[in-house]
């Protein structure tokens, strides 16, 4: 899973998606009121991926040590 985040989060994978999509916009010749629609779906769906992404690394941060172990709390052995 952080695999995926890490890739997720690469300004070059999204600059390539973008590059991507502007190519195939202009290849069936898009006019304005398309480029805007479709800008403002973009746009839109990064802003509520980019929010649970955030959310999520908030919410893992904030676990107690015996929450990200199950419960389970292991105790160094006394000498």
Do not use: H
């Not at 989060?9 to 502007?22: D, E, F, N, P, Q």
């Amino acid at each position: 899973m952080n695999e995926l985040k890490k890739k997720l989060s690469s300004r070059k994978l999204w600059t390539a998606v973008c590059g991507i999509v502007v190519g195939l916009a202009a290849a069936f010749g898009l006019d304005e009121n398309e480029w805007a629609q479709i800008a403002g779906i973009v746009t839109s769906a990064v802003s509520v991926i980019a929010y649970i992404f955030g959310e999520s690394s908030i919410d893992k941060a904030n676990k107690k040590p015996e929450e990200k172990t199950n419960g389970t709390v292991t105790e160094e052995p006394q000498e």
